[in-house]
């Protein structure tokens, strides 16, 4: 699964019909995370293991999809409609957005199996919710609720199972209806400042102001305002 995601998230970004990158589950969950009993398999040595440097290069090759998903230059929701646990969770926080069915289950789990982590949920958690709080849900690997990731900001909508797709359609459709090219910038603006200084922000602001000023969405959009109506982007 990983590889094939590592495949189809560079077509999508490349691709200017693609307007929003939607990554959900199949059936009632999102992603429970890893195999713990291909895990059990391998501790108990019943399964060949790989050198050490093999598994670290091969573990980080897939968590590439991570950083894909959250340096796209395009909006990317995760549908959250069941449980989103260890690694899966990580891959709904490295979305932009997330909506979620209000009793889904979400954890980090990874504690509960003696497991430090992957797939970026640290760093991604840590911004959410705070050094604090992402030390607590991972040290204990706490079970969410839907509405209880909406309170703690960790997810941005809430809604009945029985209406998630319907609304997580709603949703996609409002992130498909912005100006593209300005929300690609808007990602690297905002990327910029988890990690850089002010003066890098206003750089990296400078940049992308001025070269949203040369899009069409922009223009289209000045000319509706000045015309009392709606815009209406094309992502060109």
């Known amino acids: 699964m990983m590889a094939g995601l590592k495949k189809a998230l560079p077509r999508l970004a490349a691709d200017p019909g693609v307007r929003v990158v939607v990554l959900t589950g199949s059936g009632r969950a999102f992603c429970a995370g890893g195999d713990v009993k291909r895990f059990a398999a391998v501790s ?126 709603r949703y996609a459709a409002e992130l498909a209806a912005l100006p593209t090219l300005a929300v690609g910038y808007m990602k690297k603006n905002l990327n910029t400042a988890l990690k850089g200084s002010l003066s890098d922000v206003l750089d990296s602001e400078a940049i992308h102001m001025i070269r949203t000023f040369e899009t069409e969405d922009h223009k289209n959009a000045a000319q509706a305002f000045l015309e009392k109506r709606a815009p209406e982007f094309s992502g060109h």
């Open 44 to 169: 108990s040595g019943t399964q060949r293991v790989a050198a050490f440097e093999e598994r670290v290069h091969d573990l980080r090759s897939r968590m590439e999809v991570s950083r894909l998903l959250h340096e796209m230059a395009k909006p990317t929701l995760a549908v959250i409609p069941g449980p989103a646990a260890g690694a899966g969770l990580s891959l709904a926080l490295a979305c932009d957005l997330r909506i979620a069915a209000e009793d889904a289950k979400l954890t980090t789990a990874f504690s509960k199996v003696g497991l430090s982590g992957d797939f970026g949920g640290s760093y991604f958690l840590t911004y959410l919710v705070g050094a604090a709080k992402a030390r607590e849900l991972y040290f204990t690997g706490q079970v969410l609720l839907g509405q209880e990731a909406l309170e703690l900001g960790i997810v941005n909508r809430v809604t009945s199972v029985e209406d998630l797709e319907q609304e997580a359609n």
